[in-house]
């Protein structure tokens, strides 16, 4: 999420009463999740595992847990518990907003646009020309919708992530601040769900088609001209390139990349990166070719032992 206007960072550390090391005036420009942080943004870490990959990123601001000298110029703020504490920022500069209609008076909609009963258009949304929203579609706050989109009765576009952090006793919700950038041409198709950023966008490329029932996890974006089947489920932080296909009930693990043209058929389970240009089947998921090599082996693995026992 970009701040509009730009803070200091001494008035940032200031909101959550937090000590700081570097330059007080420094700009904080947004305030991003680790994953998709850029030059300018603040960031997040609260466990020692992570504190190489937040030192090193882009981000110049850095809310840790752990008193230390600055790394790479970077600004720290000092917090006993950075999960709350960026929170705290999240809710300060995007809090909830009631609406007061379906279709809010702050949404922007495109000449040719046709949303039908039903349907809930949120705070700041932009639609774009000639697009088709059909009955009880809800598009959430600050979501951006290209132009000739249609989406399908009963899809949710910009639900909150789904990302917790376990505390004694419950589980604490990392408030979401990002949004949905849905680009020209897309087909959505009904009761599918596209959770918004955490902090950035989750990005469904121009020329896309989702089938029914598909969920796509924040911050994921999603190449130009993929054709994803029913029940699809993709997990948070994925990048997938232009041209893949997903066939029915693939399920993708959580930060991982599928390369451009890849295919991956019907009920495979993705838990690693995968390269372009090729198809894959199983759970885990492996070159198709590989894969049914190996079910006509195991197919015949009966008639193999009775031979070998005889």
């Not at 989750?202 to 994921?220: E, F, M, R, Y």
Request: one cysteine or more; hydrophobic letters at 40%; charged letters at 20%.
């Amino acid at each position: 999420m970009q701040l509009s206007p730009p803070q200091t960072l001494e008035v940032i550390a200031g909101m959550i009463k937090a000590d700081f090391i570097g330059d007080p005036t420094s700009i904080v420009s947004g305030i991003s999740e680790i994953h998709r942080v850029q030059k300018g943004d603040l960031t997040f870490v609260d466990h020692p595992k992570y504190y190489r990959k937040a030192l090193e990123s882009a981000a110049s601001t850095i809310i840790i847990n752990q008193k230390m000298v600055s790394h790479n110029g970077k600004a720290l703020i000092f917090s006993d518990d950075p999960f709350r504490d960026f929170v705290t920022l999240v809710k300060h500069f995007r809090p909830f907003r009631q609406s007061q209609a379906m279709i809010s008076p702050s949404a922007s909609i495109g000449e040719g646009t046709v949303i039908q009963p039903g349907s809930f258009v949120g705070n700041h949304v932009s639609i774009g020309k000639n697009c088709l929203i059909h009955a009880n579609v809800s598009i959430y706050d600050h979501s951006v919708i290209g132009d000739h989109v249609i989406i399908h009765s009963g899809a949710i576009i910009g639900a909150d992530a789904f990302y917790f952090k376990r505390r004694p006793g419950h589980l604490d919700k990392l408030e979401s601040c990002g949004g949905v950038v849905i680009e020209d041409h897309v087909e959505i198709g009904a009761n599918t769900t596209i959770d918004k950023g955490v902090s950035g966008n989750t990005v469904i490329g121009a020329g896309s088609k989702l089938d029914n029932l598909i969920q796509i996890g924040h911050d994921t974006i999603v190449g130009k001209n993929c054709l994803f089947a029913a029940q699809v489920g993709v997990a948070g932080c994925v990048n997938i390139e232009d041209d893949v296909i997903l066939w029915g009930q693939v399920g993708v693990q959580k930060d991982l990349c599928i390369g451009k043209g890849a295919v991956v058929l019907g009920q495979s389970g993705v838990s690693k990166s995968l390269r372009g240009n090729m198809t894959y089947f199983g759970s885990p998921v492996q070159p198709a070719r590989e894969k049914m090599k190996e079910l006509a082996f195991l197919k015949n693995l009966p008639k193999i032992i009775k031979r070998l026992s005889s």
